[in-house]
């Protein structure tokens, strides 16, 4: 059977991968990010993940306003990156893992989740950026199952319902056959608003909060309306509902986690960035 390991939030804003790209990551402006992330990737050498099921939202690659899915699941055998014109540098194709793709569809689908479906699917910087920072030298070394959540266009899921969603992805990997070890991870926030009057809004507050009840009351955040997330932590800020369909999933491996690691920095192009790392008990 498969093995949850743990999971993983991370933020995934695309100057991060310019910073990459052009080697900026010991600058005095990068460096508090970028030294988050030692620690995991130590604990990622030893935990040794064969699959990531990555929780994140679209920004227009695959589906756009006109077309906008509350959930969507990829099954694809290959994800080729691509990006929507920030100028980041491809990254080389990541394998899938079709047949816990769709353990993983099958199950929502009996769940009465209406998802979307993904035989061919690209993958942007939400996805390919989590990734490079989990393992910044050389392939990477796990297949991924993309499973897309919709924080970009209203009327966006509940709370509660992005809890339950990652619940069910989790009791799915749970039920699937193979001897693999599965990671999740979460890919988004936190407090950040990139437009309109309050340009530049992060709740720092809130934030640690948030991160704080993914230990203690992982269910925590399914008390807010959407519109309640938005106004404490965003427009975009409310990408935080990825980490809680993380924290969601973990709960198939037990009701309890270990804190690997964390870290929290603002901001990073106007963004608060945050890093959590959480081991199945």
Known sequence: MAKIIGGIGTSHIPAIGNAIHKGLQAEPYWKPFFDGYPPVHDWLATARPDVVVMFYNDHGL???????????VGAAAQYASADEGW?????????????????LINTLVDLEFDIVSCQEMLVDHACTLPLKLLWPQGDWPVTIVPVCINTVQFPLPKASRVYALGKAVGEAVAAWGEDQRVLFVASGGLSHQLDGTRAGHINKRFDLQFMDSLLTNPEWATQFSVHEIVEKAGTQGVELLMWLAMRAALTAAGPSVRKVHSNYHLPISNTATALLALETA
């Not at 695959?62 to 969507?72: E, G, I, Q, V, Y």
């Open 62 to 72: 695959n589906f756009f306003l006109d077309k906008m899915p509350t959930f969507a």
């Open 87 to 103: 100028g980041i540098p491809a990254q080389p194709p990541v394998g899938g893992e079709p047949a816990l793709s769709w353990q």
